[in-house]
């Protein structure tokens, strides 16, 4: 199976740059082991069950917790489909398969 997470989380009560914190939770998503793609409004992150993928999202969020965040935004998404792997990099090539190379 092949569970596609895509999150972005940050604190809303620590100012208005978000980069300090926002490393801290790619440094955890990072230190897991699975394949991501960090993009500028979101990482993507791909699992092999829906508990690893859950369980990524708690560990960022105690991240933030640890270092005193009150008040935590996130955006998660899910897209899990039985029988394939590789997605992350599986559905670019799809897409460039029938146009070419697409801006990275």
């Known amino acids: 199976m092949s569970v596609l997470l895509e999150m972005a989380m940050f604190p809303t009560d620590h100012g208005e740059s978000k980069s300090e914190h ?4 790619i440094k955890v998503i990072r230190d ?12 993507i992150i ?9 369980e990524i999202v708690q560990k960022c ?3 933030l917790d640890s270092l005193d965040c009150n008040r935590v935004y996130s ?19 799809s897409i460039e398969n029938k146009i070419g190379e697409v801006s990275k």
């Open 75 to 93: 955006t998660i998404k899910f897209d899990i489909r039985k029988g394939y792997k590789n997605r992350l990099t599986g559905k670019v090539k």
């Open 61 to 63: 969020y105690d991240v």
């Open 46 to 54: 791909e699992t092999e069950q829906i508990s690893e993928a859950l």
């Open 22 to 25: 926002v490393a801290q939770v």
């Open 32 to 43: 897991c082991g699975y394949p991501y793609q960090l993009t500028p409004m979101a990482t």
